[in-house]
């Protein structure tokens, strides 16, 4: 009988962290194996950015991580963000001659697909000789002592036994299941005795049950730049960021940014004119107009939000002209503050990211393995640090797994 395969790295996880760890070390001359349960490789690359890709923001500040990620210590962050920074992945991306454009807020996509940026990773895992097994589950993991080879894990899986030195694991985090993720990181962190943060949905549209959210359900669709914030005095957080409305809350790019930072059973603040100053301009069309209230308000806000917002009261269904200065002081505020609860979130079948996950506590920064667990790596999502909607998650992962790469250890 054969002996079972033996590599430098065994990779488990096929997705943004999994294949620039593998291509980074195949390339550095590590024998490497990547592993995953699914056919396809990236599938949120795949789906992110409407197909094409927000692959990294050029507005991060490595200096200053806890501006654009979130986690219990987002200062972890710093030395693999310091190491590998969004200039870097650019210059491989012009590298491979990917057209690419800046959106906005420094947020850059690939001009054509997203699959240009996983052609780009698949061909430097060629590039560095990286054995793919796809689709190939992992059953038993064991820890060992170190063979005669230098093997510290014993892998079994729908395709064999293997062996490997180090062990690193990408499997990202429980958001969009059907695309398939899993718990499986969070379980080999738990049979490793490593701590793990508390788990939920993060970059998630939120929700509004009940009779309250009736008015507003029927403005799904409408979309508008708001300021959105949560938390009080030094905790607050606050974006200015365009809102969608839905049939069961509230989505877009404000909602998903401070989803992140929200807690259950606590408001949300939104001025839904941040560019407005609503007091002055109804106090000055009272002087001039005799238009309905509604109709003057359509003049800085989209139509549909003014029609539906003065059916709260009705000293804000008559002319202008006609409203008491306190009523239009009321409109104006309750524009400016629109303070609401969300009953929850739509979860991991919408969320982009999970929050929590391997408490950074365990893993050293300078090489992204477990302290306690020698040869034992985690890397991407499957940590406990969750960037900003706009490219900082996929900026994590190649940094996290660039980090990675160059600390595995060969013969």
């Known amino acids: 009988m054969s002996p079972s395969p033996f590599f430098d790295a065994i990779i488990i996880g096929a997705g943004a962290a999994g294949l620039f760890c593998a291509a980074q070390a195949g390339q550095r001359g590590l024998k490497v194996l990547l592993i995953d349960h699914a056919d396809k ?177 029927q403005l799904a669709g409408l979309a508008l730049p708001v300021e ?59 002087s001039r107009s005799k238009k309905l209230i509604a109709n003057e308000l359509a003049g800085k806000v989209p139509s549909r939000l003014a029609d539906a917002w003065v059916q709260q009261s009705a000293d804000w269904q008559r002319p202008v002209n006609e409203a008491s200065d306190k009523a239009l002081a009321q409109l104006a505020e309750r524009f400016a503050r629109w303070e609401l609860v969300p009953t929850g979130t739509e979860g991991y079948k919408k969320a982009e990211v999970t929050l929590g996950g391997v408490d950074t506590k365990a893993l050293s920064q300078q090489t992204m393995e477990a302290k306690a667990q020698p040869g034992l790596f985690f890397i991407g999502e499957v940590v406990d640090i969750t960037g900003w909607l706009g490219g900082y998650n996929f900026q994590w992962a190649w940094a996290s797994a660039h980090t990675c790469a160059q600390a595995l250890p060969q013969d």
């Not at 839905?246 to 940014?257: C, D, E, M, N, Y």
């Not at 929200?262 to 000055?284: F, H």
């Open 41 to 217: 490789v990236a599938e949120k690359i795949r789906i992110s950015g409407g197909g094409r890709a927000n692959f990294t923001n050029r507005d991060l500040d490595v200096r200053a991580p806890h501006k654009h990620f979130v986690g219990q210590n987002p200062q972890f962050c710093r030395s693999a963000l310091s190491k590998y920074t969004p200039q870097d992945f650019i210059a491989l991306v012009e590298k491979h001659g990917i057209a690419y454009h800046e959106k906005h807020k420094g947020q850059l996509f690939a001009d054509r697909s997203a699959e240009d940026i996983i052609n780009m990773l698949l061909a430097e895992c060629a590039d560095g000789k990286v054995e793919r097994w796809q689709p190939c589950t992992v059953g038993r993991i064991d820890g060992l002592d170190g063979d005669a080879t230098g093997a510290r894990y014993q892998l079994e899986t729908s395709r064999g036994t293997v062996h490997a030195r180090s062990l690193v694991i990408a499997t990202g985090g429980l958001s969009i299941p059907k695309i398939g993720a899993t718990d499986f990181g969070y379980r080999i962190a738990k049979q490793f005795e490593l701590p793990l943060v508390e788990r939920r949905p993060g970059l998630v549209p939120m929700t509004f049950d009940g009779a309250g959210w009736e008015p507003y359900a």
């Open 228 to 286: 959105i914030s949560t938390g009080t005095k030094k905790e607050r957080m606050a974006f200015l960021e365009d809102l969608l409305f839905t049939h069961r809350g509230l989505s877009g790019p404000a909602v998903l940014q401070i989803s992140s930072y929200w807690q259950p059973g606590t408001p949300l603040s939104i001025n839904l004119a941040p560019t407005e100053n609503l007091s002055e301009a109804l106090q000055e069309a009272k």
